[in-house]
């Protein structure tokens, strides 16, 4: 309904990839919030909604069950996502305090988009394969159906002998991932692309850049419509729980995978890095460390918004969760692979006031992996 002065503010979040339950709107410009749970009870913390008819009016909006999400410690130092146009994303001081997450902001336009990160819709995805499709040598292919019934689409593109997989988005609302993928697309197909155009003489690439769609439309934050978190499923999955990952198992199985990276975010940490597979077993007696290796050098000095210093744990030798694709997918084919973490926050090495880590810069950072990924097919190429 239209504001009136005196009336509850009116916040909305039935579309796709939006995620909030209004528990109370007393006031004209005040609103207290819950977030829905994925499928499955076990994770939430993506949000997305729409706030109408406040234009120019101090209002606060509080999220009340932010204490009970999949990782709280994440909200110290986050910075809301806010946009009147849905084009452009900027960034709002954010309190955390007793479990609660308030945002205190005064809208610019009549409708107020607010997010956990800038969202990268279904249509936004069907939008970039139906842009990919009409470049030549893409093929465009449905590997299966999800939960829901949704194609599994990949596109492959490359005439060279080797065999690199790139999928992103098993977490749905890591939708920075498909923000990268934007950028890795456009710069991979780019015919007057030198290095790109080098690198699919020597490789063919395998995408999926979205494998959680089900997941995403209906605003969770890391299952699919069955509640299974896919990035969990890699050692077993099923057509009922995983369909996504077991179909795209079944495909790499048919290709063969010579190098996989596994595109993410990262709720808690302010920093880009990767996430090996030292911990599979046989790692430190192959050539694995070499092309890894040579890989994350090359990445890094493609873009200095990626860094090694800041990340996860190593695992110790024989000690990885083969569940996880990273790992599952170098101990099935033997070959390097990677999963790639964005964060929700801001790069703290290079931190933007207004934008925070954005669209933008992960597009330019899947752009910057197109010279890691040539650096990683020479290698391939002097190890033979």
């Known amino acids: ?39 499955g009870d076990e994770h939430m913390q993506w949000f997305y909604f729409r706030v109408d008819g406040v234009r120019g009016e101090d209002c606060t909006f509080r999220i009340l069950n932010a204490g009970e999400a999949s990782y709280p410690k994440a909200w110290d130092g986050y910075r809301v996502c806010t946009s009147a146009d849905r084009q452009s994303w900027t960034r709002v001081d954010t309190a955390y305090e007793d479990g609660v997450l308030t945002i205190e902001h005064r809208p610019e336009g009549q409708m107020q988009w607010y997010a956990y990160f800038a969202p990268y819709t279904h249509e936004q995805h069907l939008d970039l394969l139906a842009e990919c499709q009409w470049v030549d040598g893409v093929t465009v292919d449905c590997l299966g159906a999800t939960v829901e019934g949704r194609d599994l689409h990949r596109l492959t593109v490359g005439r060279g002998p080797l065999q690199f997989w790139v999928i992103g988005r098993q977490h749905p609302g890591e939708s920075m991932a498909s923000w990268w993928m934007d950028g890795f697309l456009a710069r991979l197909l780019d015919r007057d692309d030198a290095l790109a155009r ?6 063919t690439v395998h995408v999926v850049p979205h494998m959680n769609p089900d997941g995403a439309i209906r605003g969770h934050l890391r299952c699919n419509a069955a509640g299974a978190n896919l990035n969990r499923e890699w050692a077993a999955p099923t057509i009922e729980r995983s369909p996504e990952v077991y179909w795209t198992l ?6 063969g995978v010579d190098f996989c990276l596994d595109v993410h975010g990262d ?26 290796g040579v890989f994350a050098a090359a990445y890094e000095r493609a873009n200095p918004d990626l860094q090694h210093e800041h990340g996860y744990p190593v695992d110790a030798p024989g ?14 084919f033997g ?15 290079a931190p933007d006031p207004v934008f925070g880590w954005s ?8 752009a910057s992996s197109i010279d890691a990924l040539f650096h990683l097919a020479e290698a391939f190429e002097e190890a033979d």
């Open 1 to 39: 309904m239209p504001f009136v002065r005196g009336h509850p503010i009116h916040i909305d979040s039935n579309f796709d990839s939006g995620n909030i339950e209004v528990v109370e709107t007393s006031t004209p410009n005040r609103a207290d919030l819950r977030i829905r749970k994925d499928a």
């Open 198 to 203: 080098r690198l699919l003489d020597a490789v």
């Open 250 to 255: 079944k495909a790499m199985d048919a290709s």
């Open 267 to 292: 709720e808690e940490l302010p920093y880009n890095f990767l996430s090996g597979l030292e911990g599979v077993e046989g790692y430190d007696s192959s050539r694995l460390p070499v092309l890894c």
């Open 319 to 332: 000690t990885a969760n083969m569940t996880m694709c990273t790992n599952a997918i170098a101990g099935r």
């Open 335 to 349: 070959c390097p692979a990677y999963t790639l973490e964005m964060p929700f926050k801001d790069n703290a090495d």
């Open 359 to 366: 669209p933008q810069r992960s597009a330019l950072l899947g």
